[in-house]
């Protein structure tokens, strides 16, 4: 708190601004929102600077006002991120459906923005060999994720095979300490393990059983794509398993594709 009040204190003093000149400042914002709490008095700012006095919403905003900073800003100087907001809020467990108003600006997740000149997004793709640089965009409650250590796959536009559970166009979120094909454990397809596999003429994803050396890649039965049976490890390589998906739900979004 010490070292947010003495940012606060450097700020004030490359203004040339006096204790009491920010008083004055700070009283015609008060009359202006008709609330004495925006008032900074020459000794609450004393202690806010030199005493590690921790300011009130009021001050802390006539503050930025007169000393044109960014609110969120300032707020870090204090130890508070808004963009763990939407994280956050994941804690807190709330039972019934609601709406969320986060800004977008308001959490932040390192995501490829540059992708390799040439992909064929029609085909199933480890994207994450074709990643090239990463940023900062922001998407709303993943910051939590180290998302730029996760690997990724793209389905295919082309790539019915797990359709409706995963569309074309779909991307995923591989987790390769996952690779271990089971053949049992679930009890519906929601809860079945998806696996994201190379072959030797490229990427599939869907349902596996093994069975000795032999690996059946399984579609889903709405697809009408039929199974693939392929000599283990030989012909193909499990990369890991699917734990997140972001995909289209729009049903006509999914007739255009088709």
Not at 77 to 86: A, E, K
Not at 149 to 174: C, E, F, H, K
Request: aromatic share 10%; with cysteine; glycine share 6%.
């Amino acid at each position: 708190m010490e070292e947010a009040g003495q940012k606060l204190k450097r700020v004030r003093e490359r203004l040339r601004l006096k204790y009491r000149e920010v008083e004055e400042y700070s009283t015609r914002i008060a009359r202006a929102r008709g609330n004495e709490e925006y008032i900074v008095a020459l000794s609450r700012l004393s202690d806010i600077e030199n005493k590690g006095t921790l300011p009130s919403l009021f001050r802390l905003y006539s503050l930025c006002a007169i000393y044109k900073l960014d609110l969120s800003e300032v707020l870090s100087w204090y130890g508070i991120s808004l963009s763990n907001l939407p994280a956050d809020s994941a804690l807190a467990e709330i039972p019934v459906t609601h709406l969320a108003d986060f800004t977008v600006e308001e959490g932040e997740f390192q995501s490829p923005i540059s992708i390799e000149p040439g992909l064929d997004i029609k085909k199933t793709l480890f994207l994450s060999r074709f990643i090239q640089r990463w940023g900062k965009l922001p998407l709303m409650f993943l910051n939590h994720l180290d998302l730029k250590n996760q690997r990724y796959g793209l389905i295919g536009t082309d790539d019915w095979s797990m359709y409706p559970i995963l569309s074309p166009g779909a991307i995923v979120v591989i987790d390769e300490t996952r690779r271990r094909v089971v053949n049992s454990g679930w009890n519906n397809e929601f809860e079945r393990p998806i696996y994201f596999l190379e072959t030797r003429v490229g990427y599939a994803c869907g349902w596996c059983a093994l069975r000795e050396n032999r690996l059946t890649l399984q579609p889903h039965p709405a697809s009408a794509c039929d199974p693939e049976s392929f000599d283990f490890p030989n012909e193909i390589d499990v990369i890991g398993q699917v734990t997140e998906v972001a995909m289209t739900i729009d049903p006509s979004e999914r007739r255009r594709q088709r």
